[in-house]
Antibody, heavy 119, light 110 residues
Framework: EVQLVESGGGLVQPGGSLRLSCAAS????????MSWVRQAPGKGLEWVAN????????YYVDSLRGRFTISRDNAKNSLDLQMNSLRAEDTAVYFC????????????WGQGTLVTVSS | QSALTQPASVSGSPGQSITISCTGT?????????VSWYQQYPGKAPKLMIY???KRPSGVSYRFSGSRSGNTASLTISGLQAEDEADYYC??????????FGGGTKLTVL
């Protein structure tokens, strides 16, 4: 069974940093692209970033490029999102998702971790 | 990378059919047959319902179908059931390895 479990969310002050992690199991992690998608309270989904199988290709939504960094550790079956210079508008539930290149879709999702940026 | 446009809400009675539209541009929906649809219950993770415009993953009911015409994709749910009441999001490939979601549609089963 595919499982994705996010961690690392919490309350952070504006301008601060936070690192999210996603532990993957139930599939061959190193064979898949992975993604982060976020959802602000009461709002829609927003794609954040994708990373390819070996971490050599990374793509970001334009509005976040430079502040967020996606990375992965295939030895640990783990996906990370380093978030810097956080703003109130970054407050959201952050979902880890498996990206299926064949079909171009996000086929499995974690339950999400809440990040709140507030003073 | 502007969000795709979806109606905020749609409703239907049990047994009826409803259609949710998803309007993009010639840079996303209109250029690629790579629209996917996700169902999300409150407080839960999204679930993939349709991919590549009209394909259903294993385990998804045949009552869910997708289509595309020009810059607009559509999700149709036939034989509405109470369990279909949820939020639905479309998503399209937008070129240069980027993706864009719609704003979401709340489906109410009357």
């Amino acid at each position: 069974e595919v499982q994705l479990v996010e961690s690392g969310g919490g309350l952070v002050q504006p301008g601060g940093s936070l690192r999210l992690s996603c532990a993957a199991s139930g599939f061959t992690f190193r064979a898949y692209w992975m993604s982060w998608v976020r959802q602000a309270p009461g709002k829609g989904l927003e794609w954040v970033a994708n990373i390819n199988q070996d971490g050599s290709e990374k793509y970001y939504v334009d509005s976040l490029r430079g502040r967020f960094t996606i990375s992965r550790d295939n030895a640990k079956n783990s996906l990370d999102l380093q978030m810097n210079s956080l703003r109130a508008e970054d407050t959201a539930v952050y979902f880890c998702a498996r990206y299926r290149a064949q079909g171009q879709n996000f086929d499995y999702w974690g339950q999400g971790t809440l990040v709140t940026v507030s003073s | 990378q502007s969000a795709l446009t979806q109606p905020a809400s749609v409703s239907g009675s049990p047994g009826q059919s409803i259609t949710i539209s998803c309007t993009g541009t010639s840079s996303d929906v209109g250029s690629y047959n790579l629209v996917s649809w996700y169902q999300q219950y409150p407080g839960k993770a999204p679930k993939l319902m349709i991919y590549e415009g009209s394909k259903r993953p294993s385990g998804v009911s045949y009552r869910f179908s997708g289509s595309r015409s020009g810059n607009t994709a559509s999700l149709t749910i036939s034989g509405l059931q109470a369990e279909d009441e949820a939020d639905y999001y479309c998503c399209s490939y937008a070129g240069s390895s980027t993706w864009v979601f719609g704003g979401g549609t709340k489906l109410t089963v009357l």
